[in-house]
């Protein structure tokens, strides 16, 4: 079946002929850097796309630029198709789950159709890399040496990890978050050392700019400020969706640090990609760890009903064209937004369970009694940081 999947993959992107838009934005930019010309003065493709990423991830670009197209697409589809098996690997073991190499490659070509993640191939995009960086890195022992180096390397190609380097500082786990700090820096400064002028350009000018990387009500994006566009049919907005943004970054970041430290990861994730402008749909592929805990915390269910969501692509069945987008009817919002909706309910979630671990524990230098609420068993759970289950909801909602 494996062999299947992927020859059918295979065989689709091919007779698709998929232009791979987002690789040649990178091989663009690259090739400008290798030029000296304005890194953030071209488009191209037929859609006009624009560089949008800081110049540390353009310099990275450059071997890109010495690739035929034809070359390009074949290396990034075979690239991404390598790190999304190692992100299979890497959420297993995020998720404290042992596989077989035969596992992986089989859930591999399951992942493949999940909408993110087929998305990610088709556009030529290097959401796996991110995930995959970040990922490895908060799945370190604590304390480890390096910690935090990869993370804030990811931070520096693509802005949005930076918010984990917040989690790490709430969850006390200071050491890493200030590498992370460091190393993060350390991209913008290396930046701005070789592309000064773009550099000044960027983070005065362009960091602003989130129209340039297209309009934000349309179903391709599923960040809150798309659905809140959506819901009141209004590309103008802003200030009800900065409200919402700002509630559901705070809870979910105040929740991450209260919930365990796995689920505090995938809550700092989904907040990340719900309060940013713009999360495209392939942004979404922090889907795979998501479901591998909960396969890890015997939710199956609930992992297949995930799963379900994200390969379902219902944002591609409402009337899309155009501005249809900002005239849904109240019934398709749900299938307009479903990752959105999906990351609100994970959200709200754990800051359900975080609340009433709250309530739930003693004051400090008090003993509860014998007819306490908190039983010996779910003290115990607590204090390994493990989920305890039937006692307390957990932040997937089962």
Same mark, same amino acid.
């Given at each position: 079946m494996s062999f299947v999947s992927l020859a059918a993959f295979a065989a689709l992107c091919a007779g698709l002929r998929i232009p791979m838009a987002d690789a040649l934005v990178y091989r663009a930019e690259g090739a400008a850097v290798a030029a000296?010309?304005? %890194?953030y003065g071209f488009t191209v493709t037929r859609w006009q796309l624009p560089a949008t990423y800081p110049p540390f991830a353009a310099i990275l670009f450059v071997p890109l630029s010495w690739l035929p197209v034809p070359g390009l697409k074949v290396a990034?589809?075979?690239?991404?198709?390598? $790190?999304? !098996? *190692? %992100?299979?690997?890497?959420?297993?073991?995020? !998720?404290? @789950?042992? /596989?077989?190499?035969?596992?992986?490659?089989? /859930?591999t070509a399951a992942a493949l159709w999940l909408e993110p993640v087929f998305q990610t191939l088709v556009f030529g995009q290097i959401n796996l890399v991110i995930a995959c960086l970040v990922l490895w890195d908060l799945s370190r022992p604590k304390g480890v040496s390096g910690s935090g180096v990869a993370l804030g390397i990811a931070a520096g190609i693509k802005l949005t990890p930076a918010v984990f380097i917040i989690f790490l500082f709430l969850t006390g786990r200071v050491r890493a978050a200030t590498t992370a700090l460091a190393a993060f820096a350390a991209t913008a400064l290396l930046g701005a050392l070789a592309l000064p002028s773009a550099s000044v350009d960027f983070w005065t000018r362009r960091i602003f700019e989130t129209g340039r990387v297209g309009k934000a009500w349309i179903v391709d994006n599923q960040s809150l400020q798309g659905l809140v566009a959506r819901v009141l049919h209004d590309p103008q907005s802003g200030g009800v969706w900065a409200a919402v943004a700002v509630l559901t970054g705070g809870a979910g970041l105040w929740a991450a640090r209260k919930v365990p430290y796995r689920w505090g990861v995938l809550v700092t994730a989904v907040t990340a990609l719900l309060v940013s402008p713009i999360s495209w749909s392939?942004?979404?592929?922090?889907? *795979?760890?998501? @479901? &591998?805990? %909960? *396969?890890?915390?015997?939710?199956?269910? @609930? +992992?297949? +009903?995930? &799963?379900? *969501?994200?390969? &379902?692509?219902?944002?591609?069945?409402?009337?899309?064209?155009g501005d249809l987008? $900002?005239?849904?009817?109240?019934?398709?919002?749900?299938?307009a937004a479903p990752y959105a909706w999906l990351g609100l309910v994970l959200v709200?979630?754990?800051?359900?369970?975080?609340?009433?671990?709250?309530?739930?524990t003693p004051a400090p230098g008090l003993r509860p009694g014998p007819r306490s609420s908190i039983s010996?068993? $779910?003290?115990?759970?607590?204090?390994?940081?493990?989920?305890p289950r039937r006692a307390i909801n957990s932040p997937s909602g089962d």
């Open positions: 000296g010309t304005d %890194l990034f589809l075979a690239g991404n198709a390598v $790190l999304l !098996a *190692v %992100l299979v690997r890497l959420s297993c073991r995020f !998720a404290g @789950i042992t /596989v077989r190499t035969e596992t992986v490659v089989a /859930v392939h942004h979404w592929v922090w889907c *795979v760890p998501l @479901i &591998a805990v %909960l *396969v890890r915390e015997g939710r199956v269910r @609930i +992992a297949w +009903a995930v &799963a379900a *969501v994200f390969a &379902a692509r219902t944002m591609w069945l409402v009337p899309h064209q987008d $900002l005239r849904l009817p109240w019934w398709q919002q749900v299938l709200g979630c754990a800051v359900a369970y975080a609340g009433r671990r709250r309530r739930l010996p068993k $779910l003290s115990a759970s607590l204090e390994q940081g493990g989920p």
